[in-house]
């Protein structure tokens, strides 16, 4: 414990074959070889092929050439893994977004090893917490991505992504987050995971049961001194039992709940 995990670290072996350290922005969430569609992932990895000094003869692109090959075959062999290929496939990297430390370890030689396993614990003394996301939506669960976690009662920490499991099972891949902030709370505590797709603020917002047909689509009930007022509004997010009125109420408006 408390060795440096930095870019070409072996962190830990897995079936005799070496896990080893890159250093990116986001977590790798798909094998990159010849055949990938070109993207953002194929450059982080030319740039550790590169700062590794496999890099001789290789741009930096987004582009998974017969160059990048080589070059990850010339890295496989320097690694002596078993039957060199030229592809990197999840599960046989980590990623992190800088050097960062081991802090201790979960498993240890010969302990068997199911999908979600936890290995080693790297980077600084936090409270992390881990949630499942279908295969599909992991596009949107990125290194930037606006997260959050939430407790049971609606207390939110905002969180940020750390890893992304190797496995998919039937029921998604599992992630690691870690909390911006402490939260007083026991270990083991049932939270939720969000990613915020829309976040505003200073918005007029009534409760959700306070909304009611009106002749032309979503009103409310406004309280007025010659009796209650149907206004029609037009709404936005929901959350939390509440919904934005993007337009037709006046902030400070006193409404009235259906009986």
């Not at 550790?48 to 998974?64: Q, R």
């Not at 999908?115 to 939506?137: F, L």
């Not at 083991?188 to 959700?208: F, N």
């Amino acid at each position: 414990m408390g060795a440096r995990a930095d870019r070409g670290t072996v962190l830990y072996t897995a079936d005799a074959q070496p896990v080893v350290v890159v250093i990116a922005a986001e977590p790798l969430v798909r094998t990159l070889e010849r055949s990938v569609v070109d993207g953002s992932d194929v450059a982080a990895l030319e740039a550790n092929l590169v700062a590794l000094g496999f890099g001789t003869g290789l741009t930096v692109d987004e582009h998974f050439d017969a160059d990048t090959a080589n070059a990850v075959e010339a890295w496989e062999t320097a690694l002596d893994r078993a039957e060199p290929d030229g592809v990197v496939a999840v599960g046989e990297v980590v990623v992190v977004d800088a050097p960062t430390t081991v802090l201790r370890h979960e498993s240890h030689v010969g302990d068997p090893l199911d999908a979600g396993t936890p290995v080693v614990t790297i980077g600084s003394e936090s409270q992390v917490v881990s949630a499942t996301v279908e295969a599909d939506e992991l596009d949107g669960w990125t290194s930037d991505a606006d997260l959050a976690v939430v407790f049971g009662d609606d207390t939110r920490v905002d969180a940020t992504l750390l890893t992304v499991g190797r496995d998919e099972t039937s029921g998604g891949v599992e992630i690691v987050v870690a909390l911006a902030a402490a939260a007083d709370r026991p270990i083991g505590s049932a939270v939720e995971v969000a990613r915020v797709l829309v976040d505003r603020a200073g918005v007029v917002a009534v409760p959700v049961a306070a909304v009611v047909a009106g002749p032309n689509g979503p009103a409310v009930r406004a309280v007025t001194a010659a009796g209650d007022r149907v206004v029609s509004v037009e709404l936005g997010i929901v959350d939390g039992g509440w919904v934005e009125v993007v337009r037709g109420l006046e902030p400070g408006t006193e409404i009235r709940r259906p009986a």
